[in-house]
């Protein structure tokens, strides 16, 4: 029911900025809340931000707070994730995802996941 394409990642150097996008399609009239996961090789996939698809609330993980950024576009159907501040530890594949739930912040509670993309952050 729910197609999700990310992009925009890509490498940086420490400190820098990046803005991911989400691409949302949906084939019914269904509410749907989205989340951003990032996974590093070896590691399981953790939870970093999401967004209410109605009312825009949104949910940090401590160790993004302050730096990053979930937004929507309801013109666009996209989900964004600007981050700032980067660091080393913050290199993963990031991916979004979605569920019927007011807000999504557990791996096991989405429905539909993205493909993924590549934030590499040097040192």
């Known amino acids: 029911q729910v197609h999700l394409v990310e992009s925009g990642g890509r490498l940086v150097q420490a400190g820098g900025s990046l803005r991911l996008s989400c691409v949302v399609s949906?084939?019914?009239?269904?509410?749907?809340?989205t989340a951003w996961f990032r996974q590093a090789p070896g590691k399981e996939r953790n939870f970093v931000a999401s967004?209410?698809?109605?009312?825009?609330?949104?949910r940090y993980a401590d160790f993004v707070k302050g730096r990053f950024t979930i937004s929507f576009d309801n013109d666009l159907n996209t989900v964004y994730l600007q981050m700032n501040s980067l660091e080393p530890e913050d290199t993963a594949v990031y991916y979004c995802a979605a569920a019927r739930a007011l807000t999504l912040f557990r791996t096991d509670d989405a429905n539909f996941w993205g493909q993924g993309t590549q934030v590499t952050v040097s040192s």
């Open positions: 949906t084939h019914t009239n269904s509410r749907y809340s």
């Open positions: 967004i209410s698809w109605i009312g825009g609330t949104t």
